[in-house]
């Protein structure tokens, strides 16, 4: 079974802070996503990466950066975390084109 | 505006009954349809998708979908609702031209009742 694994299940941080989500799939997987899930909105791509290095911006970028230095590892970082970021972040990776595979997420509040 | 709809926030069905879950999409091209189901605190789960072929595509836990091509709509169905259904569903699309973006829908919440 894929398995795609992220750092946290909940995390607490304060406005200001440099934040760090990671995420890690274990099944060779080339593309990875970034979403952040808020009622009523349902999912909105944050970032993506469809190969080592490569990284593209999704609909909602701005205040966030990506990471991927191995094929399995996708961090995404909150340079200066602000109180709308609170969220829930989904973590997802697949094989090009097709399905993807979601980790538990990580809901994240600040304060 | 590349998008998804998904106009039912929230869908009621007896146990049962069948139900249907809609989803219509605005893309260019033609793009791959897929629906997502997400229980209480988890992550999603994949559970079927139309890549090209059949226009009815069968899925996991009993559920299947028909996409129309000339309605660009992709609805979820169920012949028989389980309370267990119960649960927020999302379709999604993924581009096929220009970007490996996939864009999701605001979800329906399947509310089943015994």
């Known amino acids: 079974d894929v398995k795609v694994t992220q750092s946290s299940r909940y995390l607490v941080k304060r406005t200001g802070e440099k934040v760090f989500l990671e995420c890690v799939q274990d099944?060779?997987?080339?593309?990875m996503f970034w979403y952040r899930q808020d009622p009523g909105l349902g999912l909105r791509l944050i970032y993506f990466?469809?190969?080592?290095?490569?990284?593209e911006k999704g609909d909602i970028p701005e205040g966030y950066s990506v990471s991927r230095e191995k094929k399995e590892r996708f961090s995404l970082i909150l340079e200066s975390a602000s109180t709308n970021q609170t969220s829930m972040y989904l973590c997802?990776?697949?094989?090009?084109?097709?399905?993807?595979?979601f980790g538990p997420g990580t809901r994240l509040t600040v304060t | 505006a590349q998008s998804v709809a998904q106009p039912e926030d929230q869908v009621n069905v007896a146990e049962g009954n069948p139900l249907t879950v809609k989803c219509t999409y605005s893309?260019?091209?033609?793009?791959?349809l897929f629906w997502y189901v997400q229980y209480p605190n988890r992550g999603l789960q994949f559970l079927l998708k139309?890549?090209?072929?059949?226009?009815l595509v069968k899925g996991s836990y009993g559920f299947e979908a028909e996409f129309n091509k000339s309605q660009t709509s992709f609805h979820l169905k169920k012949p028989s609702a389980l309370v267990s259904d119960s649960a927020l569903y999302f379709c999604?699309?993924?581009?096929?031209?220009?970007?490996?973006?996939?864009?999701f829908g605001t979800g329906t919440r399947l509310k089943v009742l015994a």
């Open positions: 999604a699309v993924r581009l096929t031209s220009g970007t490996y973006k996939y864009i």
């Open positions: 990466s469809y190969d080592v290095k490569m990284k």
């Open positions: 099944m060779d997987h080339e593309n």
């Open positions: 139309y890549i090209t072929g059949d226009n």
């Open positions: 997802a990776s697949s094989y090009e084109p097709y399905e993807q595979y």
């Open positions: 893309v260019s091209g033609n793009p791959y």
